[in-house]
């Protein structure tokens, strides 16, 4: 241990003035026991600091061939180790210069025990979650409807909150905000995605009885339709429709569904594209328009994201490809894109590079890191900036 005078001569060797430094003097050394090995610093902002401290949990999630993310309830982050060239000491009870006082007329020293140290640390970068495998998952078993003729329902693959908050890469919250984006439901305790044959089923039902009711689009009473309903599917499943399909309000007390034309156009799309491969254009507009309710419109701008139209054929042609079938890396992403269509126009490419970008990032700037520009027929067009791979 250093006593007092050693300190003095050390600052006189060093050409320090004693009184320029506070008057308690910190000594270090090592304990027993140190290890590098035994700690692992990790550098927080100060909303995730605010998060800790008001004793809410980080999560590091992520299966043994991922790569590990750190989740808050409603955000993700990357884990990178960031090296660093000064070694970093972890010394409990060391007070920094503005935590002390110089209420001491005279120096005196004081010994710190140096518990770890460290010449890396965790660095957290915001990330978009992984929710690719949540539908992936929650497909392994889709829910066909009750079952019937005394056949039992397949409790294989069926997957609680807990389960997807253990397997999937988001936090709570966005793994909620996603679970209702992609229509899941609750059945039994369990999240389910409904088989996309009995999801068209349930609003055919609907779509057929606002019909023969001549029923308002836009006011769709809720125990009407349940009460109609319940003889052919569950009360449950026809209230889980609406709820995908429209949107819900309280008028004098009752419950009402106005129908969202887009959400039931497109679905009614993806049940015709399904099972062609290429679809001519305008024969797919004409039976499109007949297959939808009287009164709703069809728009190509309903497919965004879903389909894509070839104008350069000869007869133009529609087929599926959805977003949500691509790869959630953005460099496979691209790949991919340039594998499908050598050269893609920035209205055609946008909806399926729109979900890549980050925090005040736009999809321009992700064209121009992935993808180089040229004009063809006077149209501004993009194509890979590196070999594609196939």
């Known amino acids: 241990m250093r006593s007092l005078e050693e300190v003095q001569a050390t600052l006189q060797i060093a050409k320090l003035k004693e009184e320029d430094l506070q008057k308690t003097i910190q000594c270090l050394s090592f304990g027993e026991n140190v290890s590098s090995a035994d700690y692992c610093l990790m550098e927080l902002d100060d909303n995730l600091c605010k998060h800790i401290e008001a004793g809410q949990s980080l999560v590091i999630r992520g299966d043994k061939e991922e790569r590990a993310v750190l989740c808050s ?12 060239s000064n070694l970093l000491l972890m010394v409990p009870g060391c007070r920094s210069p503005d935590e002390l006082t110089d209420s001491q007329e005279s120096s005196h020293v004081v010994h710190r025990q140096i518990w770890g140290f460290c010449n890396s640390y965790w660095e957290l970068r ?51 905000t996603n679970l209702e984006i992609i229509n899941a439901c609750q059945i039994d305790g369990y999240w389910r995605m409904l088989d996309f044959d009995y999801e068209m089923k349930l609003l055919g039902h609907v779509t057929q009885l606002v019909d023969s009711e001549s029923w308002s689009f836009n006011k769709v009473p809720l125990e009407d339709s349940l009460e109609e309903l319940s003889p052919l599917e569950p009360k449950e499943m026809i209230e889980h429709c609406l709820n995908c399909y429209g949107k819900r309000y309280t008028e004098n007390d009752k419950v009402f569904y106005t129908l969202h034309e ?37 728009r190509l701008e309903q497919l ?23 790869p959630e890396d953005t460099l496979d992403r691209f790949n991919h894109l340039f594998t499908l269509r050598e050269k893609w126009t920035e209205e055609d490419i ?3 590079i729109q979900d890549l970008c980050g925090e005040k990032q736009t999809t321009g700037a992700l064209l121009t890191k992935h993808a180089r520009s040229s004009m063809q027929n006077g149209v501004k067009v993009f194509n890979s900036r590196r070999p594609v791979a196939t």
């Open 73 to 84: 309830g409603d955000k993700t982050y990357d884990l990178k180790i960031a090296d660093t």
């Open 126 to 176: 915001k990330q978009r979650p992984k929710l690719k495998k949540l539908k992936k998952l929650l497909m392994e078993n889709p829910y066909e409807g009750p079952a019937v003729g005394g056949q039992e329902e397949n409790t294989e693959n069926r997957l609680t909150m807990q389960d997807l908050l253990e397997r999937i890469q988001a936090s709570e919250e966005e793994i909620k």
């Open 262 to 298: 887009d959400k039931v156009c497109r679905a009614t799309a993806l049940l015709l594209l399904q099972n062609a491969v290429k679809f001519n254009l305008r024969e797919f507009q004409e039976v499109w328009q007949q297959s939808v309710p009287d009164g709703m419109s069809t």
């Open 304 to 326: 965004k994201s879903v389909a894509l139209v070839d104008r350069v054929s000869h007869p133009e042609t529609i087929c599926l490809l959805r977003v949500d079938d691509l």
């Open 350 to 352: 946008t909806p399926y």
